[in-house]
């Protein structure tokens, strides 16, 4: 993702999709979360579907515009989301911010990593979406670096919870609360500062 230091801006419209390149990509989401991004073939992708895999061709043009597909799908719904956290906060954005962008991830850890990945699509993405889907980072800190160092804290954590790399017994409530509190504290700091 990437962190832009400006106000809110509008949603970058989706792109239109016939109803069945729709299906296809729900379907890939759904395949992804259960088999992986190395599971998801197009073969397998067909099969799911009960049609022929060239059939496929006719509405999604390879693997890569699938990944693409998916990506912008993960990117408008973490962002709307976070958007949300933010703009529905009651004074502790930072706060709202993680808890929305942890229960994404966890809820869709294949589709996370597909969008965090540094395979990612991002040469064909929608105009504006990748930034737009990272500005709450900054909209919840109001500093572009601080932003970029609160979406390493959250990424970072995040994918070592997804990938189980803490050590066992960890408690990552609150690591996640330790991290809160730092960039909350940050927050108030670069708020108060004469230069902010």
Sequence with gaps: MTIGAHAA????TPRERTPRAR???????AL??????????????ADE???????LYKHINGRPALELGLAETGLDETGL??????????????????????????????????ITASSFPRAGLLPGLEAWAG???????????????????????LILELDRRFLDGSDLDRTWH???????????????????
């Design 9 to 12: 801006s509008p949603r970058p």
């Design 135 to 157: 500005e709450p980072f900054f909209l919840a800190v109001g500093e572009p670096y601080l932003a970029q160092a609160l979406w390493s804290f959250a990424h970072g954590t």
């Design 81 to 114: 989301a976070l958007h949300a956290a933010v703009a529905g906060s009651n004074g502790d954005p930072v706060s709202d911010l993680l808890g929305a962008y942890r229960a994404m991830g966890l809820a869709n850890p294949e589709l996370y990593r597909l």
């Design 49 to 55: 579907l009960g049609i022929r895999a060239p059939s």
């Design 23 to 29: 299906q296809i990509i729900d379907t890939a989401r």
């Design 178 to 196: 330790a991290g809160t509190e730092a960039f909350t504290a940050a927050r108030l700091a670069t708020l108060s500062s004469p230069t902010a």
């Design 32 to 45: 992804l979360e259960a088999v992986g991004s190395d599971g998801l073939t197009m073969r397998r992708l």
